[in-house]
């Protein structure tokens, strides 16, 4: 469900574009603070904390490499070639996303006093909601749904290192 209507939002939005009627976030005429204490350890800081919690988001990878004695024989190859489709599926996305939230204009901080020029008493959206609200309308039934599945494959993806647990450890103790 989540990839269906992340692609859909990515494919209707491309098409928006193509139409000439770009979807605008609701953040793109907010500006952003800029900051200029980024500079040598706070910088390296900054780019290992994307990385770590980038290195999160790896958790359909572990499920992958975990439950290998599970697919169907060649086991490797098929175990191959799903994580051959999940990878191409998740720069596709990413990639998308991206783009989409360049063009939409989305500006998010990590908080929104960074924010210049927001009302009073805003609250910052995610990129993905900013995005399904330009694209699809704000409270329309795509928008509600982009909004649940993004919800129910986080909670999946907390729940995969869990349930993966089992049958790491039985990996491990088969080899000894």
């Not at 994580?83 to 783009?99: C, E, Q, R, S």
């Not at 008493?121 to 330009?134: H, S």
Request: with cysteine.
């Amino acid at each position: 469900g989540f990839i269906a209507v992340v692609f859909a939002m990515l494919l209707w939005g491309g098409l928006r574009v193509l139409l000439g009627d770009a979807p605008v976030a609701e953040s793109a005429s907010i500006g952003i603070e800029p900051s200029s204490q980024a500079t040598g350890l706070l910088a390296l800081l900054i780019v290992l904390r994307a990385f770590s919690q980038g290195c999160t988001a790896l958790t359909g990878v572990e499920a992958i490499s975990n439950g290998v004695p599970n697919f169907e024989p060649p086991k490797p190859a098929n175990a191959a070639a799903t994580l051959a489709l999940m990878g191409a599926i998740t720069i596709a996305m990413f990639a998308g996303i991206t783009v989409l939230a360049l063009v939409a204009d989305v500006r998010v901080a990590v908080t929104p006093e960074h924010l210049i020029g927001a009302p009073a008493g805003y609250e910052q959206k995610t990129v993905i909601a900013q995005e399904a609200a330009a694209v699809f309308g704000a409270g329309s039934v795509p928008f509600f749904l982009v909004a649940v599945f993004t919800a129910a494959i986080l909670v999946l993806a907390a729940n995969t290192a869990f349930n993966g647990f089992p049958i790491l450890a039985s990996i491990l103790g088969e080899d000894g």
